[in-house]
């Protein structure tokens, strides 16, 4: 659209990638044109969709109704005239350079000039399709991985005369969709295949050398990577073709170590799958690892020091689009400096190649690879500040929050920086805290660390509130606890009508103690705040706009407009609450003046919360009510050493996300 929305989305080929990205864009509301060459293969395509989705009706992902309005946005061509009107088409025919261009020649002609036209390629250079256009600066890449609809990683590919403009968009429609963006340089293989296709190939190789059967390095593959499937078996689900056709365009443009093994072409030749049957030998398991984890680190290693992608971005696309249980560079800082060096000095030796700088650096200095998950992003005199963890839903740990402090604070003493936004990449804001800090704590018994941890949270928050910059929180998707808190510190609130608000801190042993007992009710009132806090309700961005809990909801494609007229205003310090509709009208009425047992005795949802935590809680609210916000924080943080001692405490963290967690009230 002219105003820089998304309206109609088209897919060109109606393959098994090419179905699976129409259909989770018409899962999250678009309008989706879906155009292979003749009417069989697109009718088969939307009968793919459409099992998919009865599958997930089986599953309970999806009701028979939703299923039926996610199919009637999808229309099916054959005609390239009938994107005329689209605003972006993503190209996901197969990998054949001239059938590519071709594609992207009859866009061109088709297609308004402001419409981005991506490519879904997994191996071509998106410079070399974009020759194939006129207007080569709406020509991107935007990579999926199988199975697109369920697979959140995408891959963001600038090609050399992409426009920042369209990437930019193309970046902020991933987001709507809820998928993980990473960015990569236009490179053979980007990021994720760079170094997944030549894992397969090395697993090839292991078992052609006989230094392990099948067997052995599939399962040794399962443990060292923490996945469900080891390599053999990926190739069978996933096509032995594809398989050989990423080494070949690989190895074509960086040498062998990155070709495709003769034992896998006489695979391929034969059109057999790989036989997974037999026993495996946990003997061997080491020096399988070791093989495969050699070759993921130097290539890793190669990718970034070419500048194709971060270290995070590398580490974010192998947990997120192949769910290993740790990226490359986690799994060097966890195998130690000195021996990935050893395995990476023997992948240079065997295939006469040279270590990477970034990684020679790294091992010289002794130091394991360090992580940044706060990025800046200056822009017109506004930084950006973006929490970078999509894959723990930007939960905030010692790490994030010290970055974090580091960032804003540089931006606030900016003389050149006139806003400052607080946002978090992927499907959430930031889903709270990491609870994985404080059950380590809790078994550990060292409560103080997370009194520690909780002060230097409150002291950026308040150095969030007092600054004299405006500071808005742009929230996207998920805000749960301590997100919520550190929205409620800036000086404005803006969401998108995905966004959604909780506190959910009674349901799982705790309380919030990062200002959320006290600057909730500035926001919304004493009762309002106690039903928030103590209920742990899901509040939609609309519910909490209305009960001014946050200023603005807008389409998500205007959330940066509105990011920058609430920075246009300055800092706000005191708001007007809104007239209540009637529904929150009644609860603030059960709230108002019910003491915590007597709400416990009403309020059927507070008998699955801690009581302990209850009381607390409901105790910080009442007293804080017209307290300095100081004052507020420092009554949350006497309380911590108390509250965290409980069992209840220990149970609620330790369950979350396993189990319902039984309280005692001890």
Known sequence: MADGTFGTLAVVGAGNMGSGIAQKMASEGFSVVLLDGDHEKVSRGLRGIEKTLNDGVERKLFTAEQVREILSRIRATTRFEDLAAVDLVVEAVFEDMAVKRDVFARLDAACRPETILATNTSSFPVGDLARATKHPGRVLGLHFFYHPAKNRLVEVVGGARSSAAALRRAWTLQERLGKTPIRSKDACGFIVNRFFGPWLAEAVRILDEGIADLPTIEAAARQAFGIGMGPFELMNVTGIPIAVHTDDTLGAAFGPLYGTPDRLRRQFESGRLWDLTGESDASTFDAVADRLAGVVFYIASALVDEGVGTIEDTDIGA???????????????????????????????????????????????????????????????????????????????????????TAF?????????????????????????DVRFFIKNIEAKNIPKIAQFTRAGQALLLEIQRCRTPVVARVQGLALGGGVELALACHYIVA????????????????PGLGGTQRTTARVGRALAKWLVLSGETVTAEQAAAIGLIDRVVPYEALDAAVRECIARGPVTSRTPPALPDAFRAIASRFAAADIDA????????????????????????????????????????????????????????????????????
Do not use: C
């Not at 290993?324 to 395995?343: D, K, S």
């Not at 790294?362 to 130091?367: E, I, P, R």
């Not at 100081?630 to 309380?639: D, N, P, S, T």
């Open 319 to 405: 947990r997120v689009g192949l769910r290993w249980r740790r990226g490359p560079f986690e799994l060097i800082n966890h195998y130690g400096l000195p021996r990935a060096a050893a395995l990476v000095d023997g992948v240079a030796r065997r295939w006469n190649v040279p270590v990477p700088g970034v990684f020679a650096r790294q091992a010289a200095s002794g130091a394991a690879f360090a992580f940044t998950f706060v990025r800046r992003e200056d822009r017109d005199g506004v930084a950006t500040l973006t929490i970078d963890r999509p894959d723990a839903l930007n939960a905030l740990n010692e790490a994030v929050m010290a970055q974090l402090g």
């Open 599 to 666: 709400l416990r005795a009403s309020e059927t949802r507070l008998g699955y919360k801690a009581p302990i935590a209850l009381r607390i809680a409901a105790d910080l609210i009442d007293r804080g009510e017209g307290t300095a916000i100081e004052q507020g924080i420092a009554m949350e943080l006497a309380h911590l050493d108390e509250i965290f001692a409980t069992a209840d405490a220990y149970e609620g963290l330790a369950s979350l996300g396993r189990r319902r967690p039984v309280f005692k009230g001890e």
């Open 409 to 433: 604070r540089a931006a606030a003493a900016d003389p050149a920086v006139t806003g400052i936004v607080l946002a978090g990449s992927g499907k959430a804001f930031v889903a709270g805290a």
């Open 496 to 511: 998108t009508p995905r966004a959604t608000f909780a506190f959910p801190e009674t349901g799982i042993g705790i309380y």
